[in-house]
């Protein structure tokens, strides 16, 4: 299988690319340009999509460029790339920046793809896109509910290659993934981690919350299905949510965690109301629904229509965090 790969030195990506490179696939990775971090068997195509998303909407404007030529051949493009969240975010409008990349761009890749005679286009999106909190899990049928520009982008990027899906009779793959932790995570989680490790007395030890997540294994493993025509026909044209299949509370992540770090936890058993309280009163309310809210997603349609299941559980996924970390 060929396969032509956006986001290759992203968190995502770089797994992505580990297990298409074990497996001998010919892989095609698009980026900036050139890195002497990816394996030599891969053909690097160099290229930025936001340099014409603003195309995405004239097909007939497309450029005929190097990335244009790399797709002839392709079975199937895999998009993992994106304008992710930016903490700080600079940008004097930032909804226009993430649609540029996120949905303009995307949807000038699908465009070339369906050109060139790409099957199938798998686009990595959000969990975002259903909302950011839950009473009861997501599936695939509620009503979504974008929560912010990040969210926005990928769902009227999501509409946008169903659109040309029912036009050029390319396959359509969309793929909601939660939280997504393992070897090399970033941000939050990867401060969580810190703290835990360093023994610093955390005031979580009481949060009765619910919160879906994937580890970095499953949510490749799942990709890699999704990619498969052959072992995934059922994938065409639809939505999967998924996640590792067990919900934990906050005080429980932060336990497992500790579990697999080889330390005692200690997490102090502080009311959650005040700490919302003291959030809000800080500026900091996105962060205490974080990690004081419920999110849950029944993914169940990734299991019952494609037959897949998680290939580790958290536990194993948190403990392999540890060792490649200590490896590194």
């Given amino acids: 299988m060929n396969v032509f790969l956006t986001g290759a030195t992203g968190f995502v990506g770089t797994a992505l690319l580990a297990r298409y490179v074990a497996g001998d696939f010919v892989v095609r990775a698009l980026v ?49 790339a994106a304008r992710a969240h930016i903490m700080r975010d600079e940008a004097v409008d930032p909804l226009a920046e993430y649609r540029k990349v ?6 000038a890749l699908a465009r070339l793809a369906a050109q060139a005679g790409v099957k199938r286009f798998v686009f990595v999106s959000s969990i975002g896109v259903n909302g950011n909190q839950t009473v009861k899990p997501f599936s695939e049928s509620d009503a979504v509910h974008p929560h912010d ?5 990928k769902y009227e990027a999501e509409q946008g290659l169903l659109a040309i899906a029912r036009e050029t009779g390319m396959e359509v793959v969309i793929i ?12 939050n989680f990867a401060s969580m981690v ?19 997540m994937v580890a970095l294994d499953n949510l490749v493993d799942f990709i890699a299905l999704c990619a498969d025509r052959d072992r995934s026909p059922k994938a065409a044209n639809e939505v999967f949510l998924i996640s590792d299949g067990v919900d934990v509370s906050t005080t429980e992540l932060l ?7 080889g330390v005692k936890s200690r ?11 003291a959030a809000k009163a800080l500026g900091k309310g996105a962060v205490a629904d974080r990690l004081f809210g419920s999110l849950q997603v029944d993914s169940s349609k990734a299991r019952d229509l494609l037959g897949w299941q998680p290939v580790v559980t958290m536990d194993e996924a948190l403990e392999r965090m540890q060792l490649d970390g200590a490896r590194s």
């Fill in 255 to 261: 336990r497992k965690v500790a579990k697999a770090c």
């Fill in 32 to 80: 900036r340009q050139r890195s002497n971090s990816l394996p030599v068997e891969v053909e690097q195509v160099v290229g930025d999509l936001s340099g014409f998303a603003r195309l995405a909407g004239d097909p007939s404007a497309l450029p005929r460029d190097d990335i244009q030529q790399a797709l002839h051949g392709v079975d199937v493009v895999v998009h993992a």
């Fill in 194 to 212: 810190k703290w835990v490790k360093k023994g610093v007395p955390l005031p979580l030890g009481a949060v009765r919350n619910l919160r879906s």
């Fill in 102 to 107: 996120n949905r303009d761009a995307t949807l």
């Fill in 267 to 277: 997490l102090l058993p502080v009311p959650v109301g005040l700490m919302r309280f």
């Fill in 149 to 153: 520009a990040y969210s926005l982008s």
């Fill in 176 to 187: 909601r993934p939660p939280l997504v932790y393992g070897p090399n995570v970033k941000a």
